[in-house]
């Protein structure tokens, strides 16, 4: 166990001798690099395949929305609060992609800082899926009220209800509600404690929404069908839907089951789907349009995070975290990272998109 030590080269020095290395480390380096190739080597093999998850024995219209949620919480999205403020941005908490550029280049040069870089990104979102000001929306999945606090910032006149079976994000956002000063203090939020694909549509608020987002929630979805059926049910006449998730430029066998990829064992029930696979499922939608965003945008958002996550070490572990725990979040770190670094990020990124509803 570490104690309540405060200076960061002894920590260092200690996780080094139990073969734990910082991201600035030379070990690190070496071990990302070389994870980096192996990655760049599967792409290879997939990429020109034309493949789609079925030719894999993978079906995305059978079976329950989601798996695993409550895994999911428990080993992942509830830690500590103190834990995920060692690393996030400061302004919204955000745990998704930041935006630094379109492209490999603009992200490479950008000067943007973590901060700047979520807020370009829900600017990005909210200019894509269109949002007006003037809408209810519905949220899947609010993390700690990022896009929430995104939006009634800068939409005075939106109304926003949010869900998210996260204990810990929910005791947050709950506090965050009760301050005057800040923006999630407002009657024009409306918090669901529950998992979306448990609860009926009546606990959700019905066929009343002109708008359903979800940011760096569908990793999880694995019936797109039964998603987009549930989500066409909530909204008006002429309403729109916009997602933001992980997505690969070509189907990898690996990545459809969590079972069968390292990132499993950090993020149960999540799956990595090729990007036109959700824009075929067209029961209830049109497509309006889609965006792959390149991957080196989260490259860069995982490595400030994992050099913020070393930094606050000192504060961070004293007495109730042991090496392997540190070691699990310095894995994930690095393993993350070298998914997304192959191919100047254009293989493996995020995808954008944005349906409007039938008839």
């Known amino acids: 166990m570490i104690e309540a030590e405060t200076d960061i080269e ?8 139990a073969g734990i290395f910082g991201p ?4 690190m380096q070496l071990y990302e690099s070389r994870l980096t190739r192996f ?8 990429r020109d395949s034309g493949r789609v998850p079925r030719d894999y ?42 935006y630094y550029g379109e492209s490999a280049e603009e992200v490479r040069d950008s000067a943007a800082t973590l901060e700047q870089a979520q ?27 990022s896009l929430e606090t995104y939006l009634l910032k800068h ?11 996260s204990k810990v994000q929910l005791a947050h956002i709950r506090g965050r509600m009760q301050d005057p000063a800040d923006p999630l203090c407002s009657d024009r939020l409306t918090l669901i404690e529950g998992a979306f694909d448990q609860l009926d549509l009546q606990a959700l608020g019905g066929r009343s929404y002109d708008l359903v987002i979800s940011v760096a929630v569908f990793e999880q979805v694995i019936n797109m069908q039964a998603v987009l059926e549930k989500i066409a049910s909530l909204l008006l006449p002429g309403g729109r839907t916009f997602h933001h998730f992980i997505t690969s430029q070509a189907a990898i066998p690996q990545f459809l089951n969590p079972d069968k990829t390292r990132i499993g064992l950090y993020f149960p029930g999540g799956r990595v789907w090729p990007h036109a696979e959700f824009s ?18 989260y490259w860069r958002t995982l490595d400030e995070w994992h050099h913020r996550y070393w930094g606050s070490l000192p504060s961070l572990y004293r007495s109730t975290f042991d ?10 770190f690095s393993l993350c990272k070298a998914m997304f670094a192959p191919v100047d990020g254009c293989f493996y990124g995020n995808s954008h998109y944005l349906f409007r509803l039938k008839g």
Not at 323 to 332: C, D, G, K, R, V
């Open 10 to 17: 002894d920590i260092e020095e200690r996780l080094r001798q």
């Open 24 to 27: 600035a480390s030379e070990e």
């Open 39 to 46: 990655f760049e080597r599967e792409y290879a093999r997939y």
């Open 57 to 98: 024995g993978v079906a995305t219209d059978e079976g329950p929305i989601m798996e695993e949620t409550e895994a999911l919480m428990e080993q992942h999205y509830d830690e500590q609060q103190d834990f995920f403020s060692g690393f996030l941005d400061t302004q919204y908490r955000a745990y998704s992609m930041a």
């Open 119 to 145: 807020e370009a990104k829900f600017a990005l979102i909210a200019a894509r899926a269109g949002i007006r000001g003037d809408e209810r929306v519905f949220n899947i999945g609010c993390g700690f009220g």
């Open 155 to 165: 939409f005075p006149a939106i109304e926003i209800v949010s869900i998210t079976p």
């Open 280 to 297: 075929s499922h067209t029961d209830h939608f049109e497509v309006c349009d889609s965006w792959f965003v390149n991957g080196l945008n």
């Open 323 to 332: 090496h392997e725990q540190i070691a699990h979040w310095n894995n994930y």
